[in-house]
């Protein structure tokens, strides 16, 4: 099915842009990672969010999730990977399956480290960041899976399950990959791996990475007022745009970004 709105990031700043974009009467698609992997579910108490004192990161994601649920917004939980513009539609890549929408608002989050040494250049030669898409590759294969998210683990089985001999690092804290032509080792904690396959699984890739082309200015997603980034029907909300790294500032900014997607949605014709 083809959605009006694509929401990037199941976070405040998503959940608020999907209940706009169904107080718009547009269908609304959140495509996210589990709403327990989000950073804000460990905080033990929110005090500034105006009218909800006291609140856990868990009760007020859950609030957030069950409001905009409740409004008719969609979910998809799994890792968006790539997106790409044909016609008038983007294209998202959500594992190894593939949604489609007018427009899209990216409302990932901040991202959290830098690239590791070698991830750029060896990106699509041995280095992949989706166990489930790209595994068969490397069937009989040993590979590396560096994996800073709870479900890392369940994409390492995986991997096993279909035949590859598995070198699993958990959360390492540094890490470098090398290879000439194609991935050769993985160095982390100072101990190096010969592998010819390496998977990182986080939770967020940096915004340029998903959607190529995107501005960004200083690591963080660059808008006007109406939320609009510089490609055409892609708008941002959220800690991906900058500070304050903010609740509220996320709230707000993910109603404006879904009231303009659904304008934009609206003015490309309906969803095929
Ligand atoms: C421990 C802690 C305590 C905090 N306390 C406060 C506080 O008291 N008050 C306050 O105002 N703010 C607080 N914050 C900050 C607040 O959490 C953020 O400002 C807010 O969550 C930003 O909302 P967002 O929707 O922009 O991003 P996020 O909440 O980060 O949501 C983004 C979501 O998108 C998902 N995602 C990212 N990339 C992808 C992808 N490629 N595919 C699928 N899903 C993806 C992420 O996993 C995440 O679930 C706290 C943060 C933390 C970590």
Redesign the pocket.
Known sequence: MAYDVIV???????LSAALNVRARGRTALV???PLS????W??ER????LGLPGLS?EELLTALHHHAAASGAEFRE????SALRSGESWYIGVGDDMVQGRAVVL????VRGKKLPGEAELLGRGLSYCATCDGMLFRGKRVAVLGWTPSAKKEAEFLEGIGCRVVYFDRPKDGSIQGRERVESVTCGGVTEAVEGVFLLR???APGD?LPGLAVENGFVAVDREMRTNLPGVFA????TGGP????K?LGEGQVAGQKAAAFAARSGPAE
């Open positions: 990037l990031g199941g976070g405040p700043a998503g495509v996210s990672n992997e989000n950073p804000l460990r905080a929110i005090d500034n969010c990161g799994g890792r968006a990977l409302a990932a989050g901040a939770p967020a890739m998903l909300a959220g800690d991906c790294l903010q609740v509220s996320a």
